[in-house]
């Protein structure tokens, strides 16, 4: 069974905190992975794409990638009141496509709580 | 403005009647998907296409229908056949730019069903 697991929280963090995103995936052959958040009655946004093992920057945002141990995260850094929202990781999992990333298997979310 | 956009943005459906949701995008993207998404849970997918007049079946198919006649347009008919069919739906869109393709989303339509 391919899955995405995340913890659904909630994840409390101060404000100025680091919050810190995790989620595990289980097919090996995952190439693609992307961090969505999501506000209440919103649309999902695209916040990061990482693709390469390691860390990748934007802003306050860091995503890493450890595809040895199957496992992204997401960290937010200098956390502020508009970082409340539900954070979905999604996982491509179909190899070898010619096309894109049209299978996209999401997790359930994470809901994190930024504390004034 | 470029981007996608979904109509209406809510719904209301009585038992055994079937509905269409509209999905227009004006980024010259040749993909296209709906997602659905209930309480607490993460988005599923049911149908998608990659080229016009041609589409797949997604983990969660049956009860709905779709159609691309057109680039820019990706209706979903939800039938009387969909069981439970109160969720929020989620159309969404991408280049397929093979391991970096990216889905964009459009606003949503939230359908209850009376």
């Known amino acids: 069974q391919k899955e995405v697991e995340q913890n659904s929280g909630p994840l409390s963090v101060p404000e100025g905190a680091i919050a810190s995103l995790n989620c595990t995936y289980s097919d090996r052959v995952s190439q693609s992975f992307f961090w969505y958040r999501q506000y209440s009655g919103k649309s999902p946004e695209l916040i990061m794409s990482i693709y390469s093992n390691g860390d990748k920057e934007d802003g306050r945002f860091t995503a890493q990638l450890n595809k040895a141990s199957q496992y992204v995260s997401l960290l937010i850094r200098d956390s502020q009141p508009s970082d409340s929202a539900t954070y979905l990781c999604?996982?491509?999992?179909?190899?070898?496509?010619?096309?894109?990333?049209?299978?996209?298997?999401f997790g359930t979310g994470t809901r994190l709580t930024i504390i004034p | 403005d470029g981007g996608i956009t979904q109509s209406p943005k809510y719904l209301f459906r009585k038992e055994g009647q079937n509905v269409t949701l509209s999905c227009e995008q004006n980024l010259n993207h040749d993909a296209m998907y709906w997602y659905r998404q209930d309480p607490g849970q993460g988005l599923r997918l049911i149908y998608y296409?990659?080229?016009?007049?041609?589409?797949q079946k997604g983990d969660i198919a049956e009860g709905y229908s779709v159609s691309r006649e057109k680039k820019e347009s990706f209706p979903l008919t939800v039938t009387s056949a969909q069981k439970n069919p109160t969720a929020f739906y989620l159309c969404?869109?991408?280049?397929?730019?093979?391991?970096?393709?990216?889905?964009?989303f459009g606003p949503g339509t939230r359908l209850t069903v009376l």
């Open positions: 999604a996982v491509n999992n179909e190899k070898g496509s010619n096309f894109g990333n049209e299978k996209l298997t």
């Open positions: 969404a869109s991408s280049s397929q730019r093979g391991v970096t393709d990216t889905q964009y």
């Open positions: 296409s990659q080229i016009v007049n041609d589409f």
